[in-house]
């Protein structure tokens, strides 16, 4: 099945919000202000340059399971720096497979060097499921001759 839709259009459907922590803030505030405003990861800006992303999984991974403080620990000490990002013309397909390649749950969108949106699998995979109830439904309405053309 081919997936249409851009990392655009699914912005235009989510919205744009980007949730972002100073490197050093503690990691307690990051995950403060991601339960705050309900998403699984924040950019790590300083001075208006991303440089990396800190999710859920790297609290899990790199506080949580070694027993750390997270009201000691900076940001800075485990953010994942390599941050893979898209275009907002980039195709839905595309995400999918590069988040499947790098094992990312969340990307971000720039236009240039400019963040303009940030696009989690949950967004995917809910645009899916609407692009396929959709095209169930023109299915359905030719085969019962209710398709207007």
């Not at 645009?127 to 439904?137: E, H, M, T, V």
Request: proline share 3%.
């Amino acid at each position: 099945m081919e997936i249409t839709g851009t990392v655009d259009a699914v912005l235009q459907v989510k919205g744009n919000a980007v949730w972002s922590v100073s490197p050093d803030a503690t990691v307690f505030e990051a995950i403060e202000l991601m339960a705050q405003k309900n998403v699984g990861a924040l950019l790590v800006v300083d001075a208006d340059k991303t440089l990396g992303i800190i999710s859920e999984r790297d609290y899990t991974r790199r506080i949580a399971l070694e027993g750390r403080n997270s009201r000691q620990v900076r940001v800075r000490e485990i953010t994942t720096g390599r941050v893979v990002a898209v275009a907002p013309d980039t195709g839905i397909d595309e995400c999918l497979a590069l988040m499947t390649h790098h094992r990312i749950r969340h990307l971000p969108v720039l236009q240039g060097d400019n963040i303009v949106g940030i696009v989690s699998i949950g967004d995917l995979v809910n645009w899916l499921i609407s692009a396929q109830k959709i095209a169930i439904n023109q299915l359905t309405d030719y085969i019962s001759g209710q398709y207007p053309g």
